[in-house]
C-alpha cells in the first residue's frame, strides 16, 4: 500500500463571536492547501460576545478542540516552544486583532519559524474602513471578500505607506448551497440585524411593515429571521430586539419568527428582505431574489449605501405591489458572488497558493504591524492595554494566568458578571438614554 501523501496542518481560530467564529472556521478549511489534513482547534476570546452552546451549535461548525480564553492567554499557549499550529486564524475585531499580533510578535520575536497569521472582515465592509484595516496591517495574509475590497484594501495601505502585499482576494466563505427554485407557499424572509436600525421607531416600523406585508398577502409565508435569542450577543449589540416589539403587535397566522442556520432559511426562500445584512449576498450567490430597503433612507449609517448600483434597492410599498428586482450583473461580480457560474469554487485559490508557499518557506519576516508606538504613541497604547497588554506587546502585572482553570466559585463569578453586563446593555442602557431625552 503507497504511503499517504496528505500532510496534517494545525490551524487555531481564535474568535470573539458566533459570526465570526463561523467565519474564521469556514476561512480555516477554504484557504488550507487542497492536500492538507486539518486538525482545527477553536479558541473563544472571553467578551461579551463570547457564543453560547446554543449559537455554537447553530453555526453548524465543529472543531477537534474548543475553549474560552482571554488574549494573554492564547498569546502564551501560541509562544510555547512547543507550539505546532501552522496556521492562525485572528476572526476578531480590529482592536482586538492588533493587540493579538503585537502580543505574538513580542511571543515569536527571534524564532525563524512560526506559523502564518492570518485575519480579515466576516462581511461587508461599510464603515471604519482605515480604521479597521490599520488595526489589522501587520498579519501575514490580509482576506479581502471581493475584488472591490481587495483594490480599497490596497489603496489605504499604500496611502498610509505602509505593505500592502498582505492583501488577499477571496470571497466569503460561506457562500455556497442550491441555487433557487420557487417555494410552496412562497416564502417573503427579512433577515434582522442587531445594531441596524439603532432606534425603536425605525425598527417599530420595519416590524409594521412586514406584519402588513404579511396581511396582504395571506396566501404568503412571512418569516422575521432573528440572530439570536433574547440575552445573546453576536458581534453587534442588540438594545431592541424585534421578541419584544412582536409582543405588542398583533401578527397574521402566516408570520412567523425564525431561528438558525442563514443557509437552511434560504433554502425555503423566494425573496430576501434586509437594510443591509450580508446574508442579501448569500442570497444573490443563490439567484434568490433580493432587496435592500429604501424605506429608511440610502445612508451610510444603515449601510446599504453598499448596495447602491446593485439593482435591489427598493422599498415595502413596491414589494408590497409585487415588484422584482433584478440585480446588476456587474455589481455582483466585483462582489465576489458567483451568482452565473463557478467562479467561486476558484476564489480561494491564491490564498491557498500563498500559504503553500509561505508553509515551506525557510524563514519569515517577524510580524510587523503599522501602527507601533512611533506612528501612533496616543492610540497603540490603549488597544493593547484593553486586553492586558503593555506598549511593548508584554502581559501587564495581574494579567490571568493560563496555567490553571478558573476555580468553581471564579467561574460562576465570571457567568454572573457577563450576565449583569448583558443586562445593563439591553436593559438599563436603553432606559437611561430615554431619560436622557426628556
Known amino acids: ?76 499557549e501560541l509562544g510555547k516552544e512547543d507550539c505546532a499550529y501552522d496556521v492562525v486564524v485572528l476572526a ?21 519559524k512560526r506559523p502564518l497569521v492570518v485575519t480579515g472582515y466576516v462581511g461587508v465592509v461599510y464603515e471604519k474602513l482605515a480604521d479597521g484595516l490599520l488595526l489589522r496591517h501587520g498579519a501575514d495574509l490580509v482576506l479581502a471578500n471581493s475584488r472591490q475590497d481587495a483594490d480599497r484594501f490596497r489603496a489605504v495601505y499604500e496611502g498610509v505607506g505602509a505593505d500592502a502585499g498582505s492583501v488577499t482576494e477571496v470571497a466569503l466563505p460561506f457562500l455556497g448551497g442550491a441555487a433557487y427554485t420557487e417555494n410552496d407557499p412562497y416564502t417573503v424572509v427579512f433577515a434582522a440585524q442587531p445594531s441596524v436600525p439603532e432606534n425603536r421607531k425605525d425598527r417599530t416600523y420595519l416590524l409594521d411593515r412586514l406584519i402588513r406585508h404579511a396581511r396582504l398577502h395571506p396566501d404568503r409565508e412571512v418569516l422575521l429571521k432573528l440572530r439570536s435569542r433574547p440575552g445573546e450577543h453576536t458581534t453587534h449589540i442588540e438594545e431592541l430586539p424585534y421578541q419584544k416589539l412582536v409582543q405588542k403587535a398583533d401578527p397574521p397566522a402566516n408570520f412567523r419568527l425564525v431561528y438558525g ?13 434586509t437594510i443591509s445584512s450580508t446574508a442579501a449576498l448569500e442570497s444573490l450567490h443563490r439567484r434568490i431574489p433580493t432587496v435592500v430597503l429604501s424605506d429608511l433612507g440610502v445612508r451610510e449609517a444603515l449601510g446599504n449605501h453598499h448596495f447602491v448600483g446593485s439593482g435591489c434597492l427598493a422599498s415595502w410599498d413596491q414589494l408590497d405591489e409585487g415588484y422584482q428586482p433584478v440585480p446588476d450583473a456587474a455589481w455582483v461580480a466585483r462582489q465576489g458572488v458567483a451568482a452565473e457560474g463557478g467562479s467561486y469554487e476558484t476564489a480561494f485559490d491564491v490564498a491557498r497558493s500563498r500559504i503553500t508557499e509561505l508553509l515551506a518557506a525557510d524563514k519569515l519576516p517577524p510580524l510587523a504591524p503599522y501602527y507601533t508606538t512611533v506612528t501612533a504613541p496616543g492610540y497603540l497604547p490603549g488597544i493593547l492595554a484593553r486586553h492586558h497588554l503593555g506598549p511593548d506587546g508584554s502581559p501587564l502585572p495581574g494579567a490571568p494566568a493560563a496555567d490553571r482553570q478558573p476555580s468553581p466559585v471564579r467561574q460562576i463569578v465570571r457567568r454572573a458578571a457577563r450576565g449583569a453586563y448583558r443586562h445593563g446593555v439591553q436593559r438599563v442602557a436603553p432606559v437611561i438614554r430615554r431619560m436622557g431625552d426628556l
Open 92 to 112: 476578531l475585531v480590529g482592536g482586538a486583532v492588533q493587540a493579538v499580533l503585537h502580543g505574538l510578535a513580542r511571543a515569536w520575536d527571534g524564532r525563524t
Open 261 to 273: 442556520h442563514m443557509g437552511e432559511v434560504l433554502d425555503r426562500t423566494d425573496l430576501l428582505v
Open 1 to 76: 500500500m503507497p504511503a499517504s501523501t496528505t500532510k496534517s496542518l494545525r490551524v487555531a481560530v481564535l474568535a470573539d463571536s458566533d459570526t465570526r467564529w463561523k467565519w474564521g472556521s469556514l476561512t480555516a478549511n477554504r484557504i488550507s492547501p487542497a492536500e492538507s489534513d486539518i486538525c482545527l482547534d477553536g479558541f473563544l476570546l472571553r467578551g461579551r460576545a463570547t457564543p453560547t452552546a446554543r449559537q455554537l451549535e447553530e453555526v453548524g461548525v465543529r472543531a477537534d478542540s474548543l475553549r474560552e480564553v482571554t488574549a494573554v492567554e492564547f498569546l502564551r
